[in-house]
């Protein structure tokens, strides 16, 4: 058994804990429970139906665990969001220890396209549809964000043919780049012991991945959504915990650092995208002071 798993799992039920809250209230069961949104197994949602006057905007949360673990059945309180008449989804999708990238990040981009085909069905607003998640989860949703549209107008599939775009992501312990040679400057080596990094591409270990860099090297640049974002891109709010040690005192503590919003932000600052960065006691938003407040502002007020 590999000792990363270790500080990873740990890793990832804090942030379960402290960010996604599922232990807090009981939510409803499901409008519909374990929906087949493509081929695979793991292809499968639920959705929660709010109610309201006209087409609902819609949440879909994206769960977290490295790409190699986690379930969509980890959600937080939705209660909130459905009294607001925001409609809530949970997708699960291929972990890397079946299918490397792009499997995972390509899944729940149809689980988007498959969405937006159910809109009369299922009566949301294809125009306000906003992403959360943690960790991997967060990684996901802001490349999804961040990335041109993946709609294929001509596909023979008609869910192919919707469209990947969405109004806004809310994320928490984000990775924006899963790139080895930025993380490492960014962060120390520690990062580089963390399973995600070297299982995205397929990888047994980190030292083969790093020894035939080149053959993965699109891949990483691919999936970071660093790389992907330009002034034209929706609002994004991103919260970390505010240990900003560096270099990074673990692989659990640099695969979730700060450091990677302040990069995002950094960026988003230069381009002129929106862009919110939380960290207790080092960064706050002017505007908004918790994810939540963001998500409803975003997909009840069309011109926030």
Not at 64 to 82: C, E, S
Not at 196 to 209: C, H, L, W
């Amino acid at each position: 058994m590999q000792r990363p798993m270790f500080p990873l799992m740990i890793t990832f039920t804090l942030i379960s804990s402290i960010v996604f809250a599922a232990d807090q209230p009981r939510n409803p069961q499901p409008t519909q429970a374990e929906v087949s949104y493509g081929p695979s197994k793991m292809n499968k949602l639920d959705f929660w139906q709010a109610e309201g006057t006209g087409p609902r905007p819609l949440l879909v949360y994206i769960h977290g665990g490295g790409w190699i673990g986690g379930d969509k059945d980890r959600i937080r309180n939705i209660q909130p969001f459905l009294e607001k008449g925001i409609s809530f989804a949970s997708i699960n999708y291929r972990l890397t220890g079946e299918a490397p990238l792009p499997a995972p990040v390509h899944d729940a981009a149809r689980a988007i396209q498959f969405i937006r085909s159910k809109a009369g069905e299922w009566n949301i607003d294809k125009e306000r549809i906003a992403l959360t998640g943690g960790s991997a989860g967060a990684c996901t949703s802001m490349w999804l964000l961040l990335h041109d549209d993946l709609a294929d107008p001509q596909a023979k599939d008609p869910v192919l043919r919707e469209s990947t775009r969405v109004t806004a992501a809310a994320v928490a312990g984000g990775q924006t780049s899963i790139d080895p040679k930025v993380i490492e400057p960014w962060l120390g080596p520690n990062v580089l012991k963390h399973a995600m990094i070297y299982k995205s591409v397929g990888g047994k270990s980190m030292q083969e991945v790093m020894e035939n860099y080149k053959q993965h090297e699109a891949l990483y640049k691919e999936f970071s959504p660093y790389n992907h974002l330009t002034a034209d891109d929706p609002p994004l709010l991103m919260t970390y915990n505010n240990n900003m040690k560096l270099p990074s005192e673990n692989a659990g503590h640099g695969i979730h650092h700060p450091v990677y919003g302040v990069k995002m932000k950094e960026k988003a600052d230069q381009v002129g995208t929106e862009c919110h960065l939380l960290i207790p006691g080092v960064s706050k938003s002017k505007k908004y002071a918790t994810s939540d407040e963001f998500l409803m502002d975003k997909l009840l007020n069309k011109d926030s």
